[in-house]
Structures are given as structure tokens and as C-alpha cells.
């Protein structure tokens, strides 16, 4: 048996996405992470899954994200473009202002006349407990209106700003991202015991009128672009006084423009199809294999 799916990128973070409205899909961690490989699968940094509105919801979709490593996780931005892309060019609705449930809540995209796509993230949290972070015995220090917090990392301390955009970040500041740590202490950033749920690991770097980003993703690695990523380090720069909103973030797959007014966090930026396929399910693992 063969499953259809479609190769799409939003600013060079890559996806499979797989239409589940009009076909029941349930994989195994072991079958998404089979998908997302890029030697033995068709190869993405998440594979997403598009699936009907929950009964009795007020929302369009339902909207799944699997990171490289299998691992179903809250939220994606670059993915919820692509997810817009995916759901109009498959003639899966007719609206262009959707409203879709992820697993860390409700958000807002909308296809904008130029092709881009905006899309309401929601508003950020940064109390440690809602990343989660645990900031046992550590004494935050305060830049502009943001709390930055030591990070032991391999023998340095790193000063962070932690935010949830539904997901996880870690955000740090640098002089130039081109030779910031992001293979070396990304990893070890994304598993501090200081995160129970692991992290994506943010390094950011102040330019006129935005920043540069580079991040490393929990459960993906480094990615050529990281959209809630971008609304982190957009924020923590807009607190910490280094940038004012709309804030350009540009990141080695392209330029996504966030916008923060101390509400809704508001994302904009590309969604492209790159080529649709087919994969046989017999190169899957079997789900009995983990
Ligand atoms: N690439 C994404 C984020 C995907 C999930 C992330 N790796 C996590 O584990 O939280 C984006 O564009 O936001």
C-alpha cells in the first residue's frame, strides 16, 4: 500500500505532510522517524499531520507535528504556514482565515494576498514553570524587561532567556551567530537536566532593525529556520531592549518578519510545495519493532 504525501519548506525548515482529513492515519514513533529520515525515509526536520476538527470544536483542523526523532510534540510555526499552503492547495477548505487546534492550543493563520502567511502564535509565557525550566536555587538576572537565567553549559555559564510559544525555548545572545556553539552546545542545552522536557536551544544575534538566528531544534538538530524559534528570540529581544516590534529574524533559510505588542505573538512569512510523492508502507518498521 502507498501513502501519498507532500514535500513542502517554510524558509528552508522542511516537511512531510500527510493528509489525514481524508484517510485515518496512526503511526508509531518508529514509523514517523522512518518518514523524517533522510537516508532510509523521504527525509524532512518534522513531518506533519493534518487531520478533521476535533467533534465539537469551533476550530477548521487539527494540526499534528512529529519531530525528526519520532517524538509528537506542542507546536510548530513554519509548519503551521506550511499546513495553510497544504490545506488550500489540496482543496481541503475554501477559507484563507483558518483556525486550527495544535496540542499546546488554538492558532490563527491566514493566507495574505502576496502569498505569504501570517499567522497568530498566541501570546508567549516566560514563568519557568510554564516552559517547563527549573529554576531551583538560581538567581534570574534582569535585562530591560526580561529575567535572563545562568545556564551551566559544559563548564560556562550561558545567560538565557527561557519562553514557551506552546513549545520550549532556551534564547541566548551573541556577538555573531556564524561562530556561535550551535552543534556543540545545542545538544547539550536541549538535554539539561534544567529542562524536563528538553529544549530548543536559540542563538541570537542583534542587527539594525531585527536579529539573526540560528537554532538548534529539540528532537531535529540544527534547522535551517525554526518558526517559533524566531517569535522566542524576537520577543526576548524586544524585553531585553536589543530590537523593537515588528522584529525581521533572519535565519539561514530566508527572513520571517514577528510582531509583538505584549499580546498575541504574529508571524509572517513563506510556505512552498516543493514536490508531492508516494511512499510504500512496507518501508516502514513494523509497529511491533520498538
Ligand atoms: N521547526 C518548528 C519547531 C518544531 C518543533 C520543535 N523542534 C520542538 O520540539 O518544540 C518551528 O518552525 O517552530
Redesign the pocket.
Known amino acids: 500500500m502507498k501513502l501519498r504525501f507532500t514535500k513542502m519548506h517554510?524558509a528552508g525548515?522542511d516537511f512531510v505532510v500527510i493528509d489525514g482529513v481524508r484517510q485515518r492515519i496512526d503511526f508509531t514513533p518508529g514509523q514517523w522517524r522512518r518518514i523524517a529520515d533522510r537516508h532510509f525515509g523521504i527525509g524532512a526536520?518534522?513531518v506533519l499531520l493534518v487531520e478533521p476538527a476535533p467533534a465539537g470544536s469551533d476550530v477548521d483542523f487539527r494540526y499534528r507535528?512529529f519531530?525528526a526523532d519520532g517524538?509528537e510534540?506542542?507546536?510548530?510555526?513554519?509548519?503551521?504556514r506550511c499546513f495553510v499552503r497544504f490545506v488550500v492547495d489540496q482543496g481541503l477548505t475554501a477559507k484563507r482565515a483558518i483556525r486550527v487546534a495544535t496540542m499546546s492550543g488554538v492558532i490563527e493563520p491566514r493566507l495574505e494576498a502576496d502569498g505569504r502567511i501570517t499567522v497568530d502564535m498566541g501570546p508567549p509565557a516566560f514563568e519557568p514553570a510554564r516552559i517547563p525550566f527549573d529554576a531551583a536555587g538560581l538567581a534570574p538576572r534582569p535585562q530591560g524587561q526580561d529575567d535572563t537565567w545562568p545556564l551551566a553549559v559544559d563548564g560556562a555559564t550561558r545567560w538565557i532567556s527561557v519562553v514557551s510559544?506552546g513549545?520550549?525555548h532556551a534564547v541566548q545572545f551573541v556577538d555573531d551567530v556564524d561562530t556561535a556553539p550551535v552543534a556543540s552546545e545545542g545538544p547539550l542545552i536541549e538535554h539539561s537536566p534544567r529542562f524536563p522536557a528538553?529544549v530548543?536551544a536559540g542563538f541570537a544575534q542583534p542587527v539594525p532593525g531585527g536579529i539573526r538566528l540560528r537554532?538548534w531544534?529539540?528532537?531535529?538538530g540544527e534547522?535551517l529556520?525554526?518558526?517559533?524559534?524566531?517569535?522566542a528570540a524576537a520577543v526576548a529581544a524586544i524585553r531585553r531592549g536589543l530590537a523593537i516590534s515588528p522584529v525581521q529574524v533572519h535565519t539561514r533559510g530566508g527572513l520571517l518578519s514577528i510582531a509583538w505588542d505584549g499580546g498575541s505573538v504574529f508571524m509572517t512569512g513563506p510556505a512552498a510545495t516543493v514536490f508531492e510523492g508516494e511512499i510504500d508502507l512496507a518501508a516502514l518498521p513494523s509497529p511491533d519493532s520498538e
Open positions: 517554510g525548515n526536520d518534522q507535528i519531530n517524538g510534540v506542542e507546536q510548530c510555526g513554519n509548519g503551521a510559544m513549545n520550549p528538553r530548543n537554532v531544534e529539540r528532537g531535529a534547522t529556520a525554526c518558526g517559533t524559534g524566531a517569535c
